[in-house]
């Protein structure tokens, strides 16, 4: 005879429910797609640093990023000529591939990084004509500058974040 023990778990096995971010799978062409390597005095980027930054720079999801994912990036970056320098001296250490393993994870470069992150490329014919703001960006245009069009919202929704209005609303909705 089994004994009782705890309820079963009715939730699913996986990701624990979070939905996957959809990102166009078109090349990114926006803010800091533009940057170039740094360049130091002394030191010329190793052929295998220029392709991987010229593929990262260019990658779908990186309409997500904000400026200081860029500079994480350009850290990776130096972090991978050192890994480069190190493998070609004779002198390799597994903690620097180790290092970059990680933060190539946390950037998302791989298949398999992205769906760790929940981001998934999506058909770009299929993408909405409008892409939403990041979050937290909501009252701004792309550019960091005030929405012209803030009325109106897609669908007929009216604008909830209009304050003069904020009485009125309150008032409608208590009602119905």
Same mark, same amino acid.
């Given at each position: 005879?089994? *004994?009782?023990?705890?309820?079963?778990?009715?939730?699913?096995?996986? #990701?624990?429910?979070?939905?996957?971010?959809?990102?166009?799978?078109?090349?990114?062409?926006?803010?800091? &797609?533009? =940057?170039? !390597?740094?360049?130091?005095?002394?030191?010329?980027?190793?052929?295998? $640093?220029?392709?991987?930054?010229?593929?990262? *720079?260019?990658? %779908? #999801?990186? $309409? !997500?990023?904000? %400026?200081?994912?860029?500079?994480?990036?350009?850290?990776?970056?130096?972090? +991978?000529?050192?890994?480069?320098? &190190?493998?070609? &001296?004779?002198? =390799? #250490?597994?903690? +620097?591939?180790?290092?970059?393993?990680?933060?190539?994870?946390?950037?998302? $470069?791989?298949?398999?990084?992205?769906? +760790?992150?929940?981001?998934?490329?999506?058909?770009? +014919?299929?993408?909405? @004509?409008?892409?939403? /703001?990041?979050?937290?960006?909501?009252?701004?245009?792309?550019?960091?500058?005030?929405?012209?069009?803030?009325?109106?919202? /897609?669908?007929? @929704?009216?604008? $909830?974040?209009?304050?003069?209005?904020?009485? &009125?609303?309150?008032?409608?909705?208590?009602?119905?």
């Amino acid at each position: 005879m089994a *004994r009782p023990g705890p309820a079963p778990n009715n939730r699913r096995s996986g #990701h624990g429910g979070a939905e996957f971010t959809e990102v166009p799978d078109s090349p990114y062409a926006g803010p800091g &797609s533009e =940057l170039d !390597l740094p360049m130091v005095p002394g030191m010329n980027w190793f052929p295998q $640093v220029t392709a991987w930054w010229e593929q990262l *720079r260019i990658m %779908p #999801h990186c $309409v !997500l990023w904000a %400026p200081t994912d860029w500079l994480f990036a350009i850290e990776t970056a130096y972090l +991978k000529q050192d890994f480069w320098t &190190s493998y070609f &001296s004779g002198e =390799l #250490h597994a903690t +620097k591939a180790t290092e970059i393993r990680r933060r190539e994870d946390q950037m998302g $470069v791989t298949r398999e990084a992205r769906r +760790k992150l929940l981001i998934r490329y999506t058909d770009p +014919k299929l993408a909405p @004509a409008t892409t939403e /703001p990041p979050p937290g960006d909501e009252l701004t245009g792309a550019a960091g500058t005030p929405d012209p069009d803030p009325g109106g919202a /897609p669908g007929g @929704a009216e604008n $909830v974040t209009d304050l003069a209005d904020a009485p &009125s609303r309150r008032r409608r909705l208590a009602a119905g």
